[in-house]
């Protein structure tokens, strides 16, 4: 198995909703992140966890709030969001640690609209 | 953070023609470094990585990649376009001792038949 399963493919909220965003890899890495991509923008690194401790913070604001409940998840909590919000999300695993990053395998994203 | 330069947010080539994407790192340690594919509303795809052992870098899909530590390139190439390879590339960086990934522009890929 070497997917990165990514929910929802879609969601659409308001600006008072929380909604959480989940990322699954069965693939034993120990290293997950979140990217934000805009339209005809390179991904943007968010957050980054190694061994289920964040490990880098983009200076992302609080209305984002990442969460790696275990080794294969990895949750990314929205609330309060602004419209400048919509965008795909999109999450990725590798196997890398200490020793640096050989590769990353991304999900298909999570496209969010905040209306 | 260490970073990517790719030259050209748009080429354009014949089907059957040379492709060739540019891009090139930033940093006094050779990193590792990543071509990655995205095709519209999907995530990425890795095509190649150089991780500091052979300087040639075979892909997927027919692409290669040279890591040139004078010129701080790697460049990708394919020598003959197909209409399937039109997408946006990104070239991506990561040091060798920490998991920090950082991404190019991008380079939109058009082939014209």
């Known amino acids: 198995d070497t997917e990165v399963t990514q929910t929802p493919k879609h969601l659409v909220m308001g600006m008072t909703n929380k909604k959480s965003l989940k990322c699954e890899q069965h693939m034993g890495h120990r290293a997950m992140y979140w990217y934000k991509q805009k339209a005809k923008k390179p991904p943007e690194l968010m957050f980054v966890y190694s061994y289920e401790k964040l490990s880098i913070n983009e200076s992302v604001p609080s209305r984002f709030s990442p969460e790696c409940p275990n080794s294969s998840l990895l949750n990314l909590h929205l609330h309060a969001l602004q419209p400048e919000d919509s965008a795909l999300y999109l999450c990725?695993?590798?196997?890398?640690?200490?020793?640096?990053?050989?590769?990353?395998?991304f999900g298909q994203g999570t496209r969010l609209t905040v209306v | 953070a260490q970073s990517v330069t790719q030259l050209g947010s748009h080429v354009s080539v014949s089907e059957g023609a040379l492709v060739l994407l540019r891009c090139n790192y930033s940093?006094?340690?050779?990193?590792?470094l990543f071509w990655y594919v995205q095709y519209p509303n999907q995530g990425l795809q890795l095509l190649l990585k150089?991780?500091?052992?052979?300087?040639l870098v075979k892909g997927i899909n027919g692409f290669e990649a040279e890591f040139k530590k004078s010129e701080t390139s790697f460049h990708l190439t394919k020598p003959s376009a197909h209409m399937r390879d039109a997408a946006e590339y990104f070239c991506?960086?990561?040091?060798?001792?920490?998991?920090?990934?950082?991404f190019g522009a991008g380079t939109r890929l058009t082939v014209k038949p």
């Open positions: 991506a960086v990561s040091p060798y001792n920490n998991n920090d990934m950082r």
């Open positions: 990725a695993s590798s196997p890398s640690t200490s020793r640096g990053n050989t590769e990353a395998f």
């Open positions: 150089y991780t500091s052992a052979a300087t």
């Open positions: 940093s006094s340690v050779p990193p590792y």
